[in-house]
């Protein structure tokens, strides 16, 4: 691997139990030269971190101490991080060789690369996948949030943004929402499955009230008094019908 890794993949953990070495398998099928793996632990006590400790890997680095949450391990992540772009992946989440496809595609430092994710459910049950992807702009960032598993940030995004450990949940998203309003970065889609994510992780059995009380003053802020406008209308049409409203 060259000494400045094109991507740089940052897993956040805490007793990942097998999912870990299912997920880092799924990225070394990939066999992607310039692509480095930092793993930030929160202080496993499941045999992670004797995992670990066994692999060979010269391109993985990783680290485990306490911390504040997923975001907070992701924040430290993105500061170790030497590639030019930065992937954020779940241990319970799977590389698809779309992934490869992406990397190769990768030209514009000042560009977020984002592609599509084939959700599934863990343990089964359900569909193996909806696909979750497609275009977005400003207003469709203000409905829904491009899946974080999707998305390959430039490194200079983390050296002006952090995620928000306020928002639990949603810190992606509400970063998502600043950087597509950011015109400092294009974004660029690219139509490709580049991951397997899992739809029973944290996300889907954490509620993130704090974000839900200040997304609309985020839509506000960063994507412009014109999308806010539509977004509060469309919010206050789902209200009146009794539906979620976010």
């Excluded at 500061?79 to 990397?103: C, I, N, Q, S, T």
């Excluded at 089964?124 to 829904?144: E, T, V």
């Amino acid at each position: 691997m060259s000494d400045t890794p094109k991507v740089s993949v940052i897993i956040a953990t805490y007793n990942p139990g097998a999912h870990l070495p299912a997920c880092l398998d799924s990225i070394r099928q990939l066999q992607i030269a310039s692509l480095e793996v930092i793993v930030i632990d929160g202080g496993s006590t499941d045999g992670t971190l004797a995992f670990l400790q066994q692999l060979q890997w010269p391109n993985l680095r990783w680290i485990s101490e306490g911390d504040k949450g997923i975001y907070d391990a992701l924040n430290k992540g993105a500061r170790m991080a030497r590639g030019k772009w930065v992937h954020f992946l779940g241990a319970d989440d799977r590389l698809l060789p779309g992934f490869e496809k992406m990397v190769n595609r990768l030209k514009d430092a000042s560009t977020i690369y984002y592609a599509n994710s084939q959700p599934w459910y863990y343990g089964g049950g359900k569909p193996d996948y909806i696909l979750l992807g497609g275009r977005f702009n400003c207003y469709r960032i203000a409905k829904y949030c491009v899946n974080h598993q999707a998305i390959l940030y430039p490194a200079a995004v983390f050296r002006d943004h952090a995620y928000n450990l306020r928002y639990k949940v949603f810190a992606d998203y509400a970063l998502n929402i600043q950087l597509w309003g950011d015109a400092r970065f294009r974004k660029q889609y690219l139509p490709l499955d580049i991951v397997l994510y899992n739809m029973n992780g944290y996300s889907s059995r954490t509620r993130d009230l704090a974000f839900k009380a200040e997304k609309p003053a985020l839509v506000k802020k960063y994507l412009g008094w014109w999308v806010y406008a539509r977004f509060s209308y469309k919010r206050l049409k789902k209200r009146l019908a009794g539906e979620p409203d976010w």
